[in-house]
């Protein structure tokens, strides 16, 4: 099925690109509102409430929409000293093993945070203290994040099921060359 | 229980799952298995709770400013600026290479961060001049770990923030132990410079080093307005973190015009990327740290298995917590360590009247030293990944700088006045 490996690849670039301007946007969203909150301060003297609110949601934001990216990216920090000394084969059916089952770990945090996000926080009608925000739409935020994850863990399942090599994700190799110094 | 949790993480850890997943399994095996009153949906809210306090808000942010200054020209501003200053001395470029690890540590709060911006610019020239490879990477490894204690510090955001300790005390405490570690390692360079007889470089003339500094001299702002705003109680840390991303900006792009608005979003995404695989490590740890609380692991672990208590004495209770967060950070990253250990041993310092910021030092110290440890110390990883060398070359030449870091712990722990020194002279009593 050449059509559905290429709707597939597609679909992942384009949720790659968004996650992208997601975390781009939100480190330059946190930035300007801690920056205006510190003239606010400073000139006015009084503090932006909401600045230092949004700023909370924002991070929420970025680290469960940077969880799903980090997984694309290959980037989740890991032990490796043991697993860089075994041979090709061995790293492949452990890598298969470590996909399937961090994949059914996030597909179960999701369902965990969908009970507690849309069961508990919005049972519970809490809002932000300043803008008034419904928390449960912040924090929906995280089940997003974990099936996200969940997703791109079970495509990395299937391309070290199909493809040779082993494969950190979708589109990442197992291999040093690729680590982009500046991006450490 | 205990076992069962800990024998979990351990076993997902050496298989190389992502760090992540083992703190997850673990927290999620404990409330599901033994702790039948829980709901495992706490965990959740754990971990939304644990990256909302706003204090961390200055860790993405002076990961944003480091970022800009290495992708700009501000960082090799600076390392030409030290190596015309002292590259002709005798070890002048294994010094100049340790001098600029603490001088970048003060734009950047990370080690990784330094090993890449010091490491990769110098490590070619020192290998040049002649010194040995597993010299160099060692000398790198270690000497970025300075960056650690000297302001901003990620690591000591993060323990601030764990334990109510102030993070602005915490980051001048931080500089006389970076400096007295700066010292030793300039000493070592020294004779094994003159070891190795490796001859000095040029001397470069006057001129040229009052050029260098004033090209190195806006660079210079940054510990400036993060040490100097912290001190003289203008800032907060995350504020002189936010401030720094704009001095970054107006710098590189304003007056430099070495990078555009449009890499500025470039480097947001690497910024946002990096610090959501710091937090998800943070939301775990909270989760984890909310487990074992729950299940009241710590007194049993202090009380019980280690004997420890308010009356144990000073050196006992530093000297156990030095060796829990240096053993930890040998495994896992540092800032892991960080929240699971300090909710556990902090408590039984401040019991004892130990100060907190003196507590948090040393703790800062000690997973810096761990995470340039063998065998699983992750700068080690960094290196690896960042100079492409074998994991045995990588770890060769550190031993004579772990046994510095020691050391410098002794000291700091036998003499907490090296650390306490600034805080109490910027702070009062």
Known sequence: ?184 | MALVILGLMLLLLFLGYPMKVPLTAAAIAAVVLFMPGADPATLVQQMIGGVQPSALIAVPMFIFAADIMTRGQAADRLLDMVSRFIGHVRGGLPITSAVSCTLFGALSGSTQATVVAVGGPLRPKLLEAGYSDSFTTALIINASDIALLIPPSIGMIVYGVVSGTSIGELFIAGIGPGLLILVLFCVYAYVATVRMKIAPLPKATWPERRRALRRALLPLGFPVIVIGGIYAGMFSPTEAAAVSVLYALLLEVGVYRELRLGQIVDIARSTGLVTAVVFILVAAGAAFSWVISYAQLPSQLIGDTLGLGPDSGYATIMATIAIAFFIGCMFVDPIVVILILTPIFHPVAVAAGIDPVLVGTVVTLQVAIGSATPPFGCDIFTAIAVFKRPYLDVIRGTPPFILMLIAASVILIAFPEVALFLRDLAFGD
């Open chain 1, 1 to 184: 099925m050449p059509g559905a490996r290429e709707t597939t690849g597609a679909i992942f670039r384009a949720v790659t690109k968004l996650e992208e301007v997601c975390l781009a946007w939100g480190m330059i969203g946190i930035a300007s509102l801690t920056i205006a909150n510190v003239f606010a301060r400073s000139l006015f003297d009084s503090s932006l409430a909401f600045a230092e609110e949004i700023s909370q949601f924002l991070i929420v934001f970025v680290t469960f929409v940077g969880l799903g990216y980090a997984v694309s990216q290959g980037r989740h920090i890991r032990m490796t000293a043991i697993y860089d000394q075994l041979p090709t084969s061995w790293r492949k059916s452990l890598m298969l093993t470590i996909a399937l089952t961090t994949s059914a770990m996030m597909f179960y945090l999701t369902y965990l945070s969908i009970d507690y996000v849309l069961g508990t926080v919005r049972a519970l009608g809490t809002v932000s203290p300043a803008l008034q925000v419904p928390l449960w739409l912040v924090y929906l935020s995280a089940p997003l994040g974990f099936s996200l994850a969940g997703i791109q863990y079970l495509m990395t399942f299937f391309k070290n099921l199909v493809a040779d090599d082993v494969w950190l994700s979708f589109d990442k190799k197992d291999e040093y060359d690729e680590l982009p110094p500046a991006d450490i």
